[in-house]
C-alpha cells in the first residue's frame, strides 16, 4: 500500500460548457511543473485508450440516460485503472479536466438521473476516491452559451438547451455548497488574469 504522504494530489476542474475552464488547466499544470512537481493533465469522459473510444460514442451517438450513465461511469473505471491510480500512486499530481461532479451535474441535474444510483455507481466505480481539490468554472448559462456559440460546432451534451445548462449549473452549484472543503468556486465572468490569480495563490495552499 502506498503510503500517504507520498500520494500525488488529484485536482479536477468542472463547469458548463463555455465556461472557460480549458486556459486554466494548462496554466494550472504548467505552474505546478514549474514548482518541479511532476503533474499530468487528464479528461473525462476519456483520459484511456478505451475511455476516449467511449467518449467518442457519448458525444456523438443517441442513447438513453442509463446507457449515458453506465457508458461514463465504464470509461471512468478504465481511466481510474489505467491512468488515474497509477499516477497518484506514484506521487504524481493528476490535473482532470471533469470528473464525477459533472456526473451529477449533467447526468443528475441536467437530465434528472437518480441521486440514487449515480451515488451507488461512484462508490462501485471510485471506492472511496475523491478529488482534493476542485475548482467549480460557475457562469451563468446564457453567457456560457454565447462563449459557446464562437466556439468550435456543439457535440451531443452542448446541443442542449439553456434550461438544461441551468439545471446543471444548479446542481453544480448544490455540490459546491454541500462540501465547501472540495470546492473553489470560481467566477468566470471575471478577467482571465484575476481567475489565473485565484487559481494561483489557492494551488500556493495547497
Ligand atoms: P468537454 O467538452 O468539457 O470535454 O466535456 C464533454 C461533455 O461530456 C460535456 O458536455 C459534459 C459531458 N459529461 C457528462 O455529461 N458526464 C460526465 O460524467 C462527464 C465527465 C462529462
Redesign the pocket.
Known amino acids: 500500500m502506498t503510503d500517504r504522504r507520498t500520494r500525488g494530489r488529484f485536482l479536477t476542474f468542472e463547469g458548463i ?1 463555455g465556461a472557460g475552464k480549458s486556459t486554466h488547466i494548462a496554466a494550472c499544470v504548467e505552474s505546478l511543473r514549474a514548482r518541479g512537481i511532476d503533474a499530468l493533465r487528464t ?3 476519456g483520459g484511456s485508450p478505451l475511455a476516449e473510444r467511449l467518449r467518442e460514442l ?2 456523438t451517438e443517441p442513447m438513453s440516460l442509463d446507457t449515458e450513465l453506465l457508458l ?1 461511469f465504464a470509461a471512468r473505471r478504465d481511466h481510474l485503472e489505467k491512468v488515474i491510480e497509477p499516477a497518484l500512486a506514484a506521487g504524481r499530481w493528476v490535473v482532470c ?4 461532479d ?2 451529477w451535474a ?2 443528475g441535474g441536467g437530465r434528472g438521473g437518480s441521486a440514487q444510483r449515480i451515488a451507488w455507481l461512484e462508490r462501485w466505480v471510485q471506492g472511496g476516491l475523491q478529488p482534493d481539490r476542485s475548482y467549480l468554472f460557475d457562469l451563468p448559462a446564457e453567457q456560457a452559451a454565447q462563449r459557446r456559440a464562437a466556439a468550435r460546432s456543439a ?1 451531443r ?2 446541443r442542449e438547451d439553456l434550461a438544461f445548462f441551468e439545471r446543471v449549473r444548479a446542481a453544480y452549484l448544490e455540490r459546491a455548497a454541500a462540501d465547501p472543503r472540495r470546492f473553489v468556486v470560481v467566477d468566470a465572468a471575471m478577467p482571465i488574469d484575476a481567475v489565473s490569480k485565484l487559481l494561483e495563490e489557492d494551488l500556493i495552499k495547497l
Request: charged letters at 40%; a negative charge; aromatic letters at 16%.
Open positions: 460548457d479528461r473525462e469522459p457519448l458525444l461514463v479536466d471533469r470528473f464525477t459533472s456526473t449533467y447526468q457535440d451534451f452542448e
